[in-house]
Every structure is written in structure tokens, then in C-alpha cells.
């Protein structure tokens, strides 16, 4: 047979052509950011299938996400000029661990029709197995359990395979409880997540025969965001490449960014040792961003510790700086946002038009897309939510929007339905079918059907007094509506935390309980922009009709984390603040671990933008109605001055307290604040890098100013307001002002929510 053609070849440079000719043997890609390791392996599938060395279901492929997968099978078969049927084994671990565990239920005691348990669903069955264990859930949480549970399947510990130093974990019950689980599962013929890979990796290793046939089938193997595997996956594919070791792997240590779920970036140290005599192939050439941009992720990143480190190179010299700007609070840095992806669009910036599709906003934390989502509501810029729900449709909110609804309006039994029992009032399906058709039979509403049935003792025991409290509850704050001394926020606080829904994250274990309870936190911020909880739900309403995708150019929103393998021509960096970017929990850990891969997530973030780069941050942050000062974040320290530009803020900051000048102190001199810049961590990185030291502890930081005191504004100031704009104050009343605004007119708002323009 002829050679095929293969134009797809001199698309690439020496060093990737010589990693996707290198078929045979083990092959690993180690390069930094941007260098087109994603494309060297989807030109590596095309070499594969078109040199004939494999079909296309012989060659198993592994993503970090779907969509990774989605958008590679799309590329190869545009390169190959031919659509490819079908590549079944191109996915994610767990969707190819699936099929695998399908194939050979009965292995590991299951039937082929398992079904996978949500989390809901694995908690639920962890509480059973508690509770016949006689242990006291609230002392000993189910998601804790769940948590264990799921970190000892990562590392591919199956019950027997427990070390023996982890027999203190929960309680000294964890492995016991973990062998009960397992055995409950396989009695429900049911698998959760970690399992899928946990019983392909012990069928493998306890049945040759079945090993050897896929090691034989999966002629080549490829692994895209290597850094990022956990143990399991790790041994699964040592196993599956044993044979013929045609595994090739491809990864940037710096962009490692999982660690917290798992992940090991020592499996690409590990990589040749275990394949000795691997071909390693290093990409040195950036093809994603420009010179500005790439110069500003290498400075981040150079104050890592222990990398394998990487020079990178670009041809597209020029370009624009790496954009800076501070702002006055959160709110102002979306509107700031929101205007300037607008004027990109119109390409009044000087520099070409972009389409909406072109620019996305990379958030440390979810609840940050809040004001973004708001904003871009009011303004009428399309946008859409990657990897994850947007911020009104996430569980937490939903609940605290049903109890809101609730207040507001008595008859919404949807939303009473939702709450009843969450949390839980001992209100099970017994007790809510029977509040169900006492309504029914009354012709009234559920709340009125739960009075009614209060009131003839249909109901009896714990779950009585829990339900008698709701209702009453639902009563006293629906009078408080509308009443002039408690303000719609308050009294949303007050619902949050009477109906002990706050209370039920606050004492939940899991690692997604704080980013809940920032969430609510958030929701509360949300009602500062409304008048009162009603207008609000009608916001959120319209929010949640903008849904259908119209198909027409948006502006992505999404995480750091689900931007991995992405790139966009304009990226917004906004948030960076320390105690959000790094977290606060990196901070306050001790040793560099968590700070580290903080800045190796900041290296991920910049490395997305190919064109436009923009990092900001805020001056304050609103909490519960309150301002919290922030300190930019360490990582602004570090980008290279001569490669960034500082934009002066709009007009309200030139004055006073100047965002400008306050991020101008921030490059030259670090401002230090005792709290954070007392951790260990951080002293001996400074020590190490032999930075500036560290003086002048800033006393703004983490104190409350508070906005509450009237006292400081006398008739006649001029005042900003959030949603009004400006206006000049007419008559003060109580912790009420009469504002005459020059846009919105007269109007009376509550003194916490203006500031005083000369701030
Ligand atoms: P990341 O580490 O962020 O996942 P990566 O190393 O996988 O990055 P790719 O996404 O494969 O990088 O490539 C980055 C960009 O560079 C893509 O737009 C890709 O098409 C382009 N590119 C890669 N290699 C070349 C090349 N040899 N010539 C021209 N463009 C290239
Ligand atoms: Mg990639």
C-alpha cells in the first residue's frame, strides 16, 4: 500500500513531530503551558490511524473532562479529512472505566446493569450503615465517612488493602464501616464514582487472562493532563501498558492543580522509572500567547519550589501588556468587566474586535460568577456557565431561595415541598403525604394543610414540633415584610439562620460545605442591589428564563480549575485578593503545599489568554452587609513589572482612596499585614526568595468598616449608592437618607448602602 499522505505532520515543530513519530515504545511530553501538547497527541492518534498501525477502537485515549474529549475526536476527524466511527475508548477515566466495569461486572460480585450512586445516594446509605453501628452521626458525619472513603479509592485501597497506619480514621471505625459499604453496595448491585476505577483496577489485577486482553486490544495508549492522575489511575494504566508499554503521556508539572483531590504529580517523575528507556520529548515553543503574557505566568511561577522547571519562547513579540486594575468593591470590578468586554467587542480599545465567544472570566472561587452573572443579566451580555451550574441553579441557593419564596408568597407549595424537611425535621414521605392530602381535602395550601393538620394531632411525635416551629416561623417572617424596621436583608439572615439552613452547612464536613456557605453569604450580597426580597425573585426568575442557548456568541464564565487545556483570546482575571487568590486556607496552612498549587492554578490562569490578559482585584469585598478591606494578592507581587500595565480605575477612585495608587503600592512596595504574613509558610518562602521583607503591618486588613454610621453623613454630602449612582443627600432620618440622585431622581435608601464619594 502507498504512504498516505500526511499533511497533519508539517503542521508541527521538530520536537513535536518527533513525539507523535515515535509510535512505538513509551513516550513522554513534558512542556510547559501553551506548548501544543494537546495537539502533538491528537496528531499522534491521526499518525496512529493513518500510518494503519491501529483502528480507531484499538487506541484508548484518555481527557481530563467530556468535553476534552468531545473537542479531540472533532479535531482528529478534521485532520484525517474523514469522520472516524466512532472512537470508543477516547474519554475521561471514569466514562472508559464504565464500559470496562460493564464488560466484567461479575468479577467483582456485580451485575452488568450497576447502577452508579450519586452523592445524595452514597451519603444516604453511609447514614443507614452508621446508625446500625450505633454511631452518633452528629459526632461522627457521614460526608466525613464519605470523605475517607473516597480518598482511600483513589489511592486504590480497596477494604483489605487499608494500611494499618489509617486505622485511626474515623474513630478508629473507617476501615470496618468502608468493608460494611463496599459489601452494601454489591448487595444493591451498585458502584459509586471511585469505584469504577478501584474494581477495574482489582479485576485486572486478580484476573490475568482479562489484564492480558486489553493490554493486547489497546495496541496505543495516549494521556493528556498527565500531572493531574491519582494513584488509581496511575496503577490502571502501568497495568494496561505492560505489555507492549506504547503509552504515551503528556503533562506540565507547573499546571498541576488537583492535588487536593488526589492527584500525584510524582506520577510523571515516577514516568521513566517505571518505563525505563522512555523517549522524552520537551516543547519549548508557545504557540497560544504573547510575549507580555507568557513573561508575566513564568514570573508567577518561578516562585514555586522543586519544579522541573521550563523556559518557554514565543514568536508573537508586542502585544498587550498583562492588564492591571484595581476597583473600589466586587460590584464595581464586574460592572468594570461588563463594560470592557463590550468595548472589546466594539474594538474601541485600540485593539481589534472581539466576539463575546472569544473572552472568558477565570474565577478562583464559584461564588465570585455571582455579581458577574447579575451584572451581565442587567446589561444584556450573553454568557454561559462552564463546568458547573450557574450560581442560581446550585442546590444551596435553590433551598434559600425556596424559603424566600416562601416568606413572600404562602401558597408556594413547590417551594414548601422543597423545604419541609431540609433541613431535616424528622419529616419524612409518611409525614409530608399526609400534609399533602390534608391540604387537598381542605382545598388550601401545604402550609395551611400543615396547621390543619397540627391542629387535629394527625401529626405526632418529634416531627410535630418541628413542623409547628416552621409554620410558625413562615407566619412571623411573612409579617416581617414590608415592615420598615428590618430590611429585606436582614430578615433574609434571619430566615437563613432561624430555619437552621445555615446551620446545616455550618456543621457539614464535606470539602463543598464552605464553598456552600459562600454561597449563601453570596445570595445575601445579591439583595443589597433590590429593594426587597420580592423584586429580587423576579430578577432571579428572569435570570433563570435567559436559559435556552440561543446559539449566538457568549461570554464563558467558569473556574480556574475548569479552565485546564482551554485558551481564549481576552481572558479576565478577576478576585485577586488574598484570602480568595490564594485561598485563605492556603495561607493558613502550614507549609507551602496548599500556596503552591494556589500559584501553579494563577500560572494556569494567565497561560489561558492568548491575546488580552486583565487581572483585577478589589479594594473591599461586601459581607453580610458589611465592608471588608482586602490586601491585592501576593501573586500581583510577583507578575514582572516591565510586563504589565496598570489601568487607572473610572473616575469615582481618582481621588482619595485611590485603587490606582493603591495598586502602584502594591508593585512597589508590599504592603504586610501581621495575621497573614505570620504564617510559617509564608515567612520562610520569603526568607527563601529573599524578597523584600516584610514590614508595616497594614491595619485595613480584615477590619470592618462600618457603613452603619449615620453619624458621618451630614445633609448636603454628595453619596454614591450602588444602584443609583450619585446624588447629594436632602434630609437624614434615622439610618434613612433622602438622596436626590442626579440620574435615578429622589429617593429614600438606607444609609449602610451608600458611601460617601469621598472614600
Ligand atoms: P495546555 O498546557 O494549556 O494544555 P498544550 O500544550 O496542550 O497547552 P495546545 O492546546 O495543544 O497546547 O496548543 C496551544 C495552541 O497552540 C493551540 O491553539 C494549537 O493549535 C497551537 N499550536 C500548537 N502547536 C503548534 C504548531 N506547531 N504550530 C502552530 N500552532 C500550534
Ligand atoms: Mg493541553
Redesign the pocket.
Known sequence: MAARPTPYLD???PA?REAVEALDGPVLML??????????LTSRIVHLLNTGRARPNEILSVTFTNKAAKEMKTRVGKMLGQSIEGMPWLGTFHAICVKLLRRHAELVDLKSNFTILDTDDQIRLLKQLINANNIDEKRWPARQLAGIIDHWKNRAWTPEKVPSAEASAYNNRGTELYDQYQARLRELNAVDFGDLLLHVVTIFQTHEDVLAQYQRWFKYILV??YQDTNVAQYLWLRLLAGGHKNICC?G?DD?SIYGWRGAEVGNILRFEKDFPGAKVVR?E?N??STEHILAAAGGVIRGNEGRLGKELWTEATGGEKVRLIGHWDGEEEARWIGEEIEAMQGGTRGMRAFSADDMAILVRASHQMRAFEDRFLTIGLPYRVIGGPRFYERMEIRDAMAYFRLVVSPADDLAFERIVNTPKRGLGDKAQQKIQMTARANGVNLIEGARILLTEGGITGKGAGQLRALVENLDRWGKMTGHADVSHIELAEMVLDESGYTAMWQNDKTPEAPGRLENLKELVKALENFDNLQGFLEHVSLIMDNETDDGGAKVSIMTLHAA??L?FPVVFLPGWEDGLFPSQRSMDESGLKGLEEERRLAYVGI??AEEVCTISFAGNRRVFGQWQSQLPSRFIDELPEEHVEVLTPPGLYGGGFGAAAQVESTIHQRAADANVYNSPGWKRMQARAGQRPVSQPREARNQVIDLDAVSRYTVGDRVFHQKFGYGAITAIEGDKLDVDFEKAGPKKVVAKFVMSSED
Open positions: 503542521d508541527l515543530n513535536q512542556a510547559g503551558a501553551g506548548t501544543g501538547k494537546t495537539k502533538a493528556d493532563e503528556v506540565d499546571q516543547l515553543q504557540y497560544r485546564k487545556g485558551e497561560t489561558r
